[in-house]
């Protein structure tokens, strides 16, 4: 069985920096893209950060390009997200996923979910 376990999220002020992990278990890691998703009060859910599980491409939502990196050490069968220069908007609960298959933006397409770590920013 396939689980995700994210930690790292928190509580920061606007400028500041955290990072995310999420841990897989219960499958071959490598072959599998992983995303980063957010969702806020509110709003819709959205991909912020992707990467392809053989290339290790990545692809980024605008709005956090040049401040959140996405990385995967596939030994440890972990993912993260680096975010820095946070900003309040970026206040969400955020979620990794798991697709069994390459680099993908939408959240149709992933196959498995970890239960979410909060983010605030505050101003």
């Known amino acids: 069985q396939v689980h995700l376990v994210e930690s790292g999220g928190g509580s920061v002020q606007a400028g500041g920096s955290l990072r995310l992990s999420c841990a897989a278990s219960?499958?071959?890691?490598?072959?599998?893209?992983m995303g980063w998703f957010r969702q806020a009060p509110g709003k819709e859910r959205e991909c912020v950060a992707a990467?392809?599980?053989?290339?290790?491409?990545?692809d980024y939502v605008d709005s956090v390009k040049g401040r959140f990196t996405i990385s995967r050490d596939n030994v440890k069968k972990t993912a993260y997200l680096q975010m820095n220069s946070l900003k309040p908007e970026d206040t969400a609960v955020y979620f990794c996923?798991?697709?069994?298959?390459?680099?993908?933006?939408?959240?149709?397409?992933?196959?498995?979910w970890g239960q979410g770590t909060q983010v605030t920013v505050s101003s």
């Open positions: 990467i392809d599980g053989m290339t290790g491409t990545t």
């Open positions: 996923a798991l697709r069994m298959g390459g680099l993908a933006m939408r959240g149709i397409h992933y196959n498995f």
């Open positions: 219960g499958l071959t890691f490598v072959r599998h893209a």
